[in-house]
């Protein structure tokens, strides 16, 4: 029996008191990549952000190991799930700075890295394929290699869950497959992945399992062949999908 690291129960979550969720329940396998799909304002990135509690429950139950995720302490949370935001700052830092960032759970009051935690860091950024971008500063970089370096600093927190919203957004085509690419290693490392997809056939794609999302609920949960034969997608989204040759497209 596949064990579950994560759950959700009759949530329901939104913002200023207005909820976006309603009644949502879904369960996380270890060690799959689920992908949350849906139209835009359907709910994917809330449920995402609830999921990793930057968003709080208004009702329900989300469990995280077996745990009631709010039992966790900032830093046990820290240490056990990551996320990366579609949107984020872009500080005046270098490559290797940012990536040392995603050790700072490990770290004691002094902040001071360890051999662990530097060797975490050079594998990480190793994993990424940026270490040759370790002195660059951030804010000089092109998308693609940005977007490697932060997830080069989640690949750091080394955490059992990894939450990613929309992580190829603003990406040429050849980038985001680099960026897939690396997604599926670092499942293939053991990592559990939550993520976010806009585009359906990078999500049938890379995924074991897709959520589909409508309106604040969840619709269909499945693995991505039997989603693609049931049509959901196509009710969803109103598009026609297509597969030849196993490479799925869609159509208006």
């Known amino acids: 029996m596949t064990e579950e690291v994560l759950s959700l129960s009759h949530v329901a979550a939104g913002y200023g008191g207005t909820p976006v969720l309603q009644d949502v329940s879904l ?12 139209p835009n304002g359907c709910g994917k990135s809330t449920l995402l952000k609830t999921a990793a509690r930057l968003l709080p429950c208004m009702a329900g139950e989300i469990r995280l190991l077996g745990r009631s ?22 500080p005046a830092i270098t490559v290797e ?3 040392l960032h995603g050790r700072f759970p490990y770290l004691g009051l002094s902040r001071r890295m360890g051999k662990k935690d530097r060797e975490a860091v050079e594998e990480a950024m190793a994993l990424a394929g940026i270490l040759e971008l370790r002195s660059r500063d ?26 990613l ?9 050849g980038r985001q497959f680099e960026l897939l690419e690396l997604i599926r290693k670092l499942n293939h490392q053991g990592k559990t992945i939550v993520m976010v997809l806009h585009d359906l056939a990078h999500a049938l794609t890379y995924s074991h399992r897709i959520a589909v999302m409508e309106k604040g609920s969840l ?28 490479h799925y497209y869609f159509s208006p």
């Open 138 to 163: 951030l804010r000089e970089l092109s998308g693609g290699e940005r977007q490697k370096a932060y997830l080069a600093m989640v690949i750091a927190q080394d955490t059992q869950v990894v939450f």
């Open 219 to 246: 619709l269909q949960v499945g693995e991505p062949q039997v989603l693609f034969e049931s049509r959901v997608l196509d009710r969803v989204f109103g598009v026609t999908g297509h597969c030849a040759g196993g």
């Open 97 to 99: 700075g940012l990536v």
């Open 165 to 173: 919203d929309e992580p190829t957004t603003y990406l040429d085509i």
């Open 27 to 38: 369960s996380v396998k270890k060690g799959e990549i689920l992908t949350l799909a849906g």
């Open 69 to 90: 995720l709010e039992d966790y302490s900032q830093k046990e949370l820290a240490r056990t799930a990551s996320i990366l935001p579609q949107t984020r700052n872009v």
